[in-house]
């Protein structure tokens, strides 16, 4: 079994490989402890099913295992108030796989960065990261754009903001990306501003809640 990083890597394209490794190494310089967490939730990067890449996928940082079950039988106060603290806490500390489609091999270096970072920043997600980025309406936002809008601020903070902004034409902007500091506008009204720490600012009341999500930016 190949590693990068001391990681398992089933990815048999050496220029890919070599690009995680790279990413890796970026991410070790900038932010140390980010990197440290990556290592500790990481279990293995492999190549994305064709079935998956059929659906459009891009990549994925996808969960391993299963959330903590409750146990059959009665439990105390305290056994009760354990038990919803680790299920609250999974998502933040469960083991990850990221998967990355084939033909991202034969894709420009600035590309394979962008879709590595980004699902790292998936993998690297912790509640605070969530909850300064909740929305500021959740009518409008939903919370795969919370989660969306994490990964690319882990990405821009390891410093690969440059290959994200570059990747943004291609990336659907429904639930995916917006550059820093560029504008929302919904078909059915509302302005919204994406800050440089990645949420979401108000600039026009929406005039009545949006039945289409369609939007531009
Ligand atoms: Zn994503």
Request: proline share 7%.
């Amino acid at each position: 079994m190949t590693t990068v990083h001391g990681l398992a890597c089933r990815i048999d394209n050496r220029s890919l490989r070599v690009t995680i490794g790279r990413v890796l190494a970026q991410i070790r310089q900038r932010r140390p402890s980010d990197y440290r967490r990556l290592k500790a939730r990481l279990r293995r990067f492999r190549y994305l099913p064709q079935s998956a890449v059929a659906q459009g996928l891009g990549g994925q940082a996808r969960k391993l295992g299963k959330p903590p079950v409750r146990p059959k039988r009665l439990l105390s106060l305290a056994e009760s108030a354990e038990f919803h603290r680790t299920v609250e806490a999974w998502p933040y500390l469960c083991p990850y796989e990221v998967l990355l489609p084939r033909s991202l091999a034969s894709e420009p270096t600035w590309l394979q960065c962008a879709t590595i970072a980004h699902e790292l920043g998936h993998v690297a997600l912790r509640r605070i990261d969530e909850i300064r980025r909740s929305t500021v309406d959740d009518r409008w936002f939903t919370y795969e754009w919370t989660l969306e809008l994490v990964a690319d601020w882990y990405a821009y903070g390891w410093g690969f903001g440059r290959d994200i902004r570059r990747h943004g034409p291609r990336r659907d902007v429904q639930h995916h990306f917006i550059a820093p500091g560029s504008e929302l506008t919904f078909q059915s009204g509302g302005r919204f501003r994406l800050t440089r720490r990645f949420v979401f600012r108000r600039i026009t009341q929406p005039r009545r809640p949006p039945t289409d999500p369609w939007l531009t930016v």
